[in-house]
């Protein structure tokens, strides 16, 4: 017998695990380091991008994207409503949402972070995925996937990073909420460890420089310690994370919901 749920299933390619030609993708952070490989690899593939990202992002790289493209301001409730309405108004329905997009932040002790700053953090990091759900919910079609960029340091954190540490942990049991309330809709997080783009060094994505010296940045010492930790002895590159967040976008991912999955070379292992 085939259930209702059975009778509506995506079929799978398992030459191609990430989504179809013609899938409909909002990836917010869009020119961010990895957003933009994201959407480079995407549209690539043949799959549609609506990309949104802060107006200054899109103005340091006004041709980054084939398709459509517009400001979003993740920290305000107009601007993401408004954002979506104009998603609302070019597709009739989303399958799939990245939200890729974040602040970092300098090591420094937990107490030391001003107000201001930790409440920068968790407005984007946490409060926008909050605003992008609610907003993107009516356009979601009941196959559709969203996928959260969390981070290593949301499930095993680490000094020097409370503000972000708990942003992207209140990030990862947001999705795992949705993925219980929104199925069949599937809801899952990626979270990276270190990755070479210029977030790494307290920036947004598309800060330059593009890519991260991590003896400049950590210095030496601390440098070949983080390497030390890594079974694969390097850090990633953005291509490393696109391709899960690919295949959590697709079909080949139709009964995963609810995970976190790692992408850091195997330092949670250790």
């Given amino acids: 017998m085939t259930s209702t749920a059975e009778s509506t299933l995506a079929d799978i390619s398992y030459e191609r695990l990430a989504p179809p030609a013609r899938f409909r ?7 961010g380091g990895i957003g933009s490989e ?8 043949g799959v549609h991008v609506y990309g949104v990202d802060t107006e200054r992002a899109i ?16 920290r305000s409730d107009t601007s993401v ?11 009739d329905g989303i399958d799939g949402i990245a939200y890729v997009t974040g602040v970092g932040e300098r090591p420094m002790p937990a107490l030391d972070h001003a107000p201001a700053q930790w409440d920068l953090t968790m407005d984007v990091n946490l409060r ?10 009516p356009l979601l079609k009941d196959h559709a996937s969203v996928v959260f960029v969390a981070s290593g340091l949301g499930v095993s954190p680490e000094p020097g990073f409370a503000a972000y540490s708990a942003s992207k942990a209140g ?23 270190l990755v070479n783009t210029a977030f790494l060094a307290g920036g947004t994505g598309n800060d330059a420089p ?16 983080i390497l030390d930790a890594i079974p ?39």
């Fill in 25 to 31: 993708l909002v990836v917010v952070g869009s020119h």
């Fill in 210 to 225: 593009s890519e991260v010296d991590l003896q400049q940045w950590f210095g030496a010492e601390r440098a070949r310690g």
């Fill in 171 to 193: 990030l990862i049991s947001f999705a795992r909420t949705l993925a219980k309330e929104w199925a069949p809709i599937r809801v899952n997080c990626v979270a990276p460890g």
């Fill in 81 to 91: 409503e408004d954002a979506f309405a104009r998603i609302g108004r070019e597709w």
């Fill in 232 to 270: 694969m002895r390097r850090i990633a590159v953005p291509a490393d994370v696109v391709a899960p967040l690919l295949f959590l976008l697709g079909s080949g991912s139709r009964f995963i919901t609810g995970q976190t999955l790692h992408v850091n070379g195997g330092k949670l292992s250790q």
């Fill in 59 to 74: 103005a340091a790289r006004p041709d980054h994207l084939a398709g459509y493209c517009s400001a979003i301001d993740v």
């Fill in 38 to 45: 994201l959407c480079r690899a995407a549209e690539a593939i």
């Fill in 128 to 137: 926008g995925a909050f605003l992008v759900a609610r907003c993107a919910r």
